[in-house]
C-alpha cells in the first residue's frame, strides 16, 4: 500500500521536513521499503489520520532502520526516550528476541494509554515495560553500562542532558540514536530555544572523543552514536 506524508499538522504549526524539502523522495523511499507487520501498519494509520501531531511518528523507513540497526547490533536491552503511539518501540520489540527487553518511556498519559493498548494486542508486547513519567528522571534511575540502544526521540531542550545519561548507560560499543537531528533545517540558523539546543547537542556529539558518530539524513535527520570510550 502506498503511504503518502507530509501532512501539516496544523495550522499554525510545522511542515514535516519531507514538505519543505524532500517530499518526493521521502514518498519512494517509503514504497521501496519492506513494510512493517500489521499491526504496525495500523498504528501507522491510526497516528496519521486520528492524532495531532502525525508527523511525530517514525514511520516505515525509520521504523525498518531501526530494526535493523537493533538486529545488527544484536541488541538485548534497549531504552526509547519518547514513546507516543508506541510505533518506534513496538517496531524495535518485534526483531528484539525473547529474552530482550525494551524499555520506553511517556510524559503523555493519553499518548500512553494508546500505545499501551497497542502494546497488549502484540505478541511482542510483553517485551515492552512502558514507564510514564519524565525520562530524564528515569534515565537516571537506569544501571551504568548495561543497555545496548538507547533511541531518544522527544523534547529537543534534553537532547544534551539525554546524551550524557545515554553514554553512562550504554555499554562499551553500545549504539544511540537521536532522532531529528535536523529538526526541520532550523539547526543551519538556530533562532528559537529548540533549534539552539538541538544545534548545541549536534556540536556536543560531533566533539566528543568518547563516540564515533555518523549523521544520516534518513527523514528528519539521525544521529547514530557508538560509544567507544570510558564515561569521564
Ligand atoms: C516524536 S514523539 C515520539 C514518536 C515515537 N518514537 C514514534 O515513533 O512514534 C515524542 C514523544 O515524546 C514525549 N515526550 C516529550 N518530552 C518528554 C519527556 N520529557 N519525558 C517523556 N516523554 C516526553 C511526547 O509526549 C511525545 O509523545
Known sequence: MAIRYGKKDNEAGIYSFMDSVAKEAEEYAVNH???????????ENFTLTKT?????????????FLQLVAQLSSARQIVEVGTFTGYSALAMAEVLPDD???LTVEHNRDYAKLA????????????????????LEVLKTLPDAETDLVFVDADKQNYSAYYRESMRILRNGGLMLADNALWYGRIFDPKDDESRAMAAFNEEVRTDDRAEKLFLTIRDGIYLIRKVGSVR
Request: aromatic share 8%.
Open 52 to 64: 495531532p501531531y502525525p508527523s511525530m511518528l517514525t514511520g516505515r523507513v525509520e521504523g525498518r
Open 116 to 135: 499501551r493498548n497497542f502494546f497488549d494486542r502484540s505478541p511482542s508486547g510483553f517485551k515492552i515495560t512502558l514507564c510514564v513519567g519524565e525520562a
Open 100 to 102: 530482550g527487553r525494551l
Open 33 to 43: 521499503t519492506t513494510p512493517l507487520s500489521d499491526l504496525l501498519e495500523e498504528i
